[in-house]
């Protein structure tokens, strides 16, 4: 019997052989700009080599502690992250995906309200565990044949501030929102909605929980994303980037939340080992150092300009959206020959959000050069697909 890898996502038709800063290689020794980076997780570049350092060092001293066994790396971290959360958050727990922080922070909301109703919003993407999906509507294919979901939950439409009044209620425990919805199509909220949010939860007594799993340490160009709206979150989690390459996440509270939280209450085998929180406390320190929020707000400025420009006229763009370096272009069409050709022709990789968009990912390490490459990729390939689509029709 031949044993068959059990993939949940197609092939992309590459073998990666090696990777290094903004740039990865396949098994023929051709050289790719990645602007797909593992759904976003290597935004401080692929090894960042004080990251590297970091993890070798956990793996020649101690692999496996828990963290209440913790040497002196625990402090270390919490040194190091302390400048970099959001405002009145004074208390941090490690785990592994993105989804279970987002289990973590639905239970922490039920908890501490003492409610059960779970508010979240069309367009959303939280997870694929039960907990997580249950408040995930990007897609139908994401929810079909799993339900039913756990009870409680009710969705409301994003960036619509009528139904936030109408759907918040003293019922609710917590709202949960993305800044920038990823999977749902690189959807950014208002302005308006987000204080909206903050003004309606503080009014009926529930928490707002934040996911910025996608969105935050650096890639928007502030820390958190949902700096740039002047809002207060009850509840942060962050995954991705926070580890520099390294599986791991993150829920932060602060210590009006904490304090109602009994011991027992949540645990994880591999949260906060001792590889995951010295590759947080040097990626922790990098964005610190190398000003990782402002070259991302430089270079995605730029990379968007281009692109605007780049694009204009083209029939089968709607718009160009997000911020930062975390980019979509949103089509008329399926952007799936779009990517291909990206990656076949241009040596670019890019991954698909929503059902038209091709969203775009990079390190924050992109040089201009880089830049332009990425910018004029997409043009092209994009003018192809609107040639192809001028060419059915004519024939």
């Keep these: 019997m031949v044993v068959r890898y059990l993939h949940f996502y197609a092939p992309r038709g590459i073998r990666v052989a090696r990777a290094e800063g903004q740039y990865v290689w396949d098994t023929e020794g051709r050289r790719y700009l990645d602007a797909h980076t593992g759904h976003g997780v290597a935004f401080l570049g692929h090894r960042h080599p004080r990251v590297v350092e970091a993890i070798r060092e956990a793996l020649d001293t101690v692999m496996v502690a828990p963290p209440g066994m913790a040497g002196p790396w625990l402090e270390e971290m919490l040194e190091a992250i302390s400048p970099i ?25 039920r908890r501490v309200t003492g409610r059960s109703e779970i508010v979240y919003f069309t367009g959303s993407f939280h997870g694929r565990t039960m907990g997580a999906l249950s408040v995930t509507s990007s897609s139908p294919l994401y929810r079909q044949g799993y339900e039913p979901l756990v009870p409680g939950t009710r ?54 929980v934040v996911d910025e799993v996608q969105t935050g340490f650096g890639r928007t160009g502030c820390v958190w994303a949902h700096e740039h709206y002047g809002i207060r979150a009850d509840i942060v989690t962050a ?18 939340v ?65 911020m930062g370096l975390m980019l979509g272009v949103e089509l008329r069409l399926r952007p799936d020959p779009v990517l291909r050709c990206l990656q076949e022709e241009k040596r670019i990789l890019a991954l698909k959000a929503g059902s038209t968009v091709v969203r775009l990912l990079p390190p924050y390490l992109l040089t201009r050069e880089d830049i332009e490459e990425l910018a004029s990729g997409v043009r092209d390939c994009v003018l192809r697909l609107q040639g192809s689509q001028a060419a059915q029709r004519a024939g």
Aim: charged share 25%; with cysteine.
């Design 258 to 322: 904490a304090e109602k939280l009994p011991p027992g209450f949540h645990g994880s085998t591999y949260g906060g080992n001792p590889m995951a929180v010295k590759a947080v406390t040097a990626a922790s320190r990098v964005l610190v150092e190398e000003k990782v929020p402002d070259q991302a707000a430089e270079k995605g400025s730029l990379l968007k300009k281009l692109l605007e420009e780049m694009l204009v006229g083209v029939r089968v763009v709607r718009r160009v959206k997000g």
């Design 239 to 256: 995954g991705k980037a926070i580890g520099g390459g390294f599986p791991v996440s993150m829920v932060v509270v602060p210590g009006w």
């Design 85 to 109: 959360l959001p405002h009145g958050m004074e208390y941090v727990t490690l785990l592994n995906s993105g989804a279970e922080a987002v289990e973590l922070a639905l239970k922490i909301a």
């Design 155 to 208: 969705r409301a439409r994003f960036n619509n501030v009528e139904d936030v009044e109408k759907t918040v209620t003293e019922e609710t425990a917590a709202v949960i929102v993305e800044p920038i919805q990823g999977e749902g199509g690189v959807n950014p909220a208002s302005l308006e909605f987000m204080q909206a949010l903050r003004r309606r939860c503080d009014e009926v007594g529930c928490l707002l």
